[in-house]
């Protein structure tokens, strides 16, 4: 099942499939539309794994199994494609906490996220070419922009599985905690991030035109948030 916590402006989706390594099933798309549907106004979303062991292993063989046909194949990529779509999309920013192994189309649902934070003992790949097929759920792709085309083609041709450490000297990985503070680190990484100027700064990183950047900006200044904090600045300075 997906579980979805919210709290003070914090998103908090769970995939808890511990049966399966928190793979994703049919059914397990339509909670995670569900959740993100509930999550709208959050101002920081966190997807996660439950459990220490996986992220997301990737599909859920035993289930899309069933799936013989070229269209109905094409309907599940489609349909697991426009989920990652959501959370790129996600107005604020997005945290994939990679509490455990994220492999296949785990890696793809990570590489959705705006930022990749992971405990130092994981491991992440695409490498669903073990499997004969390629990835489908748009991880490709955002794989390419993370780390190069280059480097994107061998990593999923040769369903190359990197740890922490390599994830994170290639782009792939933005942060990595011990695993013994990583609840912590990214719940503390998740309150920085739920601000109005961090859904801001996705926006525009996004690409927009140096008017909309500069309107941003405006809004922000005028906003009572940046005036309680400049004048705690000024505060401090002067005493």
Known sequence: MVELELEAGIAVVTINRPHARNAIAPV?????????????????????GAGDRAFVSGGDL??????????????MAWRMRSICDRLAAFP?????????HAFGGGAEVAVAADIRVAAADIKIGFN????????????AERLAALVGKGRAVLLAGTATIVDATEAERLGLVDRVFARADFEDGWRALARSLAT????????I?????????????????VAD???VAADAALTRRTS
Request: no cysteine; proline share 4%; glycine share 8%.
């Open 92 to 100: 604020a920013p997005v945290i994939a906490a990679l509490n455990g």
């Open 62 to 75: 035993k289930e899309l199994s069933a799936l013989r046909t070229e269209e109905q194949a094409a309907a």
């Open 28 to 48: 397990t798309m339509d909670e995670l539309d569900e959740a993100l549907d509930k999550a709208a106004g959050a101002r920081a979303l966190v997807i996660r």
């Open 128 to 139: 669903q070419s073990a499997l004969a097929i390629m990835p489908a759920w748009g991880g």
């Open 205 to 221: 990183v996004a690409g927009v035109s140096p008017q909309e950047a500069v309107d941003a900006f405006a809004r922000l200044w």
């Open 196 to 203: 109005a100027q961090a859904g801001e700064i996705k926006r």
């Open 225 to 227: 948030e940046h005036w």
